[in-house]
């Protein structure tokens, strides 16, 4: 280690005095040496301590607010450091060099001084340093020329350790694709290029040629052998996939999904499927649809077969049950508070329409529509969210036939509802004719419903709503 | 309208040519351009484009623009200290956080914003503010207006009619500024009051002041005037020809990258998960079965998660199992009622079915909701 500190020190001559240079004898402290030990695998680097520069308007002062980086992250000069303010002013603190952040001299809610470190940097002890002030923003101009490079009229954004790597390899910077912040060419970018004309990543050499392949030859008999040269063999490049992936934790909506289906697993379940023809509901609200709306309210399909479920419930009262959690008593609930399953942005939520058995089609559009209005502002009340019975799930909206639904608990029953389609059917007189044909699939909780009591529930529904002129019959 | 769409035509062609837009205009020096969109993240989003993708060496911008109702907080600004949160959901007010720092302010149509795009060195303050005052006298001559060492704009000595927050980068700055003409100071007062207490935190806080509109001084002023007299003066001043362009904030061949931009600038992690780490250390008074129960409620809330919680209720009030479950449930959710208003009513289908219970549960969710 001492070795090779020695000689990293002597190849930086023209550092100023300025910068605090770590290898200096006096700093041979413990913690430096630990330091140094663990990076001297990698080349050993000179600390330089970046001093906060200038603000303006004769700012000594600014109070740091947000670091972007932490002890140990590589930087690149140019990538953001972190965010200060002072008085009104939010400023970005941007990297001056590449390299390592070692230390950050000040914690959130600190006051840092202008003109003294505010991180320090380990720099690559092959690449130098840049001899730039360090407190007054130097003229644009000068700026410009460290760091772009004007080929063709276009300004090409490289840190000079890029550029110098693709003037070793004699590549044209207009001819690389940057994928840095502003369209920079990163490193990656250059080696990326240089694979993908030789088919493999090479060093950094000057001996590697990029050459065209229709370029002219000198002598005849030479040619071919020239060309077998000098023309790149198409090898399979090697596809570049720099994605990474990514862990997040389960909070929030997540969370309660994982309750939820957990609890539902331990629910014996078992579906039945049937086909229900709108035909004559499709032409119901079509006449009802003006009428709602010249009283404010849109009127979807549910509130129907949220009604017909009601009126099916009042029959079959122990799909609106629930069973304690010893399976010892069966609680048959006398509100038939009916959950509407709502896909929002963050994930899906069930609020649900109390006291149907009460309620008419047309209160009960004006409730989905209260519902659905709070649901996607992200507003719904506890209450409209606890106390449901029965839940319907309109997944056809989405898409989809036949589902397989999973009972929310404490709940015994649930539907799931497909999407409208128009097929053909057989009437009773053997015709065939244009049918709207929706699929339900209901799940029960097979402890307490048994397949007979589903089945009828499901006829009756069914019956209500494909003959909807029936329902009034049995209106209360 | 045509003469219009050609320079739009120039200036897209200009921007193709050069990685760094630079915008056309008759003469260097400077640039006015008006946004024709009144949505506070479309907006926000321009002038963080701008920041980032213009080269302002040759040629200074001001950019004009107006928002719908809307609650802009500072940089580095907690949310719940500033506004009445429940307020802004009730009445659909929006609410942004801005990239620069400095204080909470209420933006409706009656109220302009002035953004000073200049380079990092000739970021200059004062200077654009004076630049404001002039106008305004020029315009109405009797009005009694002038900067203050705050960087306020005080009418008659006494009303703040502006206030001013800042953004410096590495090479580019801008300064932005409102103008109060005629915006709804009923609704203003309502909102920037917090409701929430016991909050702790490092967050900038905002100074409150007394606010007047122009309007209420001379009736006669309107903020199409204002940015008139404005854009009059800045074009004066730039020796560049009074020519106001107006710009579509959703345009993305025009601004490229800038529909990413909004969207950032609407999401959670940005408008609430900004927030720096904050405390809320409160009691509820719970009202149940006749009598009160005070509960004491302790938070810590960091990149607006809730990173640990206490509640301290009366032994046995709740089942020991479902008062751990909630406060793991707790931990790590957003300090927002929506969120949590789905995790406790979720929580609640797992419980033992028990009117009681669920009162109980009820009301104490309830209660730790309202201090979202």
Known sequence: VCIHRVRSCSSIRFIKSKYVCVFDKSALKFSHQQRLFRTSAVSCGQIVQFKLSDIGEGITEVTVKEWYIKEGDSVSQFDSICEVQSDKASVTITSRYDGVIRKLHYSIDDIAFVGKPLVDIEIDASKGVAPEEDVVETPPMSHEEHTHQEIKGHKTLATPAVRRLAMENNIKLSEVVGTGKDNRILKEDILNYLAKQTGAILPPSPKAEIVPPLRKTETVPAAPKDKARKIPVPISRPIAFSGKDKTESVTGFQKAMVKTMSAALKIPHFGYCDEIDLTQLVQLREELKPLAELRGVKLSFMPFFIKAASLGLLQYPILNASLDENCQNVTYKASHNIGVAMDTEQGLIVPNVKNVQVCSVFDIAVELNRLQSLGSAGQLGTSDLTGGTFTLSNIGTIGGTYAKPVILPPEVAIGALGKIQILPRFNGKGEVFKAQIMNVSWSADHRIIDGATMARFSNLWKSYLENPASMLLDLK | ?372
């Not at chain 2, 963080?48 to 719908?68: A, G, P, T, Y």
């Not at chain 2, 009445?84 to 801005?98: D, E, M, S, T, V």
């Not at chain 2, 004076?130 to 704009?153: E, F, N, S």
């Open chain 2, 1 to 372: 309208m045509v003469l219009q769409s050609l320079k739009s035509c120039l200036w897209l062609s200009c921007i193709l040519r050069t990685p760094k837009a630079c915008f056309w205009s008759t003469a260097s020096g400077g640039l006015i351009i008006q946004s024709v969109s009144n949505d506070i993240y479309e907006n926000l989003a321009v002038e963080d484009w701008i920041h980032d993708h213009m080269d302002l060496e040759k040629q200074q911008v001001l950019f004009l623009w107006r928002n719908s109702p809307s609650v802009v907080i500072g940089r580095h600004q907690n949310p719940w200290q500033e506004c009445n949160l429940r307020l802004l959901r009730q009445k659909n007010i929006k609410l942004a956080r801005r990239r620069s720092g400095g204080g909470t302010v209420y933006h409706d149509l009656g109220n302009i914003n002035l953004t000073f795009f200049t380079t990092r060195k000739k970021y200059e303050r004062t200077e654009n503010l004076k630049l404001v005052v002039k106008a305004l006298k020029a315009l109405r001559p009797q009005l009694d207006v002038h900067v203050t060492d705050r960087y306020d704009i005080l009418l008659d000595r006494q009303y703040k009619i502006s206030g001013t927050a800042a953004k410096l980068g590495r090479t580019s700055a801008y300064h932005h500024c409102t103008l109060l003409c005629n915006a709804d100071k009923l609704v203003l007062s309502s909102v920037l009051k917090s409701p929430y207490k016991g909050l702790k935190s490092n967050a900038t806080p905002s100074v409150p002041a007394s606010v007047k509109n122009l309007f209420e001084e001379d009736p006669s002023l309107t903020s199409e005037m204002l940015l008139d007299a404005i854009a009059k003066e800045y074009a004066t001043q730039h020796q560049i020809d009074h020519h106001v362009n107006l710009i579509n904030p959703a345009d993305e061949a025009l601004l490229p990258g800038i529909s990413n931009k909004t969207k950032e600038l609407q999401t959670w992690e940005w408008v609430y998960g900004k927030t720096p780490k904050f405390s809320v250390s409160t009691c509820l008074n719970m009202a149940y079965n006749g009598s009160v129960l005070d509960v004491k409620v302790n938070m810590d809330v960091k990149h607006g998660k809730i990173e640990v919680c206490n509640i301290d209720l009366p032994e046995q009030w709740l089942p020991p199992g479902l008062y751990s479950e909630l406060v793991k449930s707790l931990t790590g959710s957003k300090f927002c009622p929506n969120e949590i208003t789905t995790l406790v009513t979720t929580l609640l289908r797992v419980c033992p079915q028990d009117d009681e219970l669920h009162s109980r549960w009820s009301l104490l969710c309830e209660n730790m909701i309202m201090l979202m």
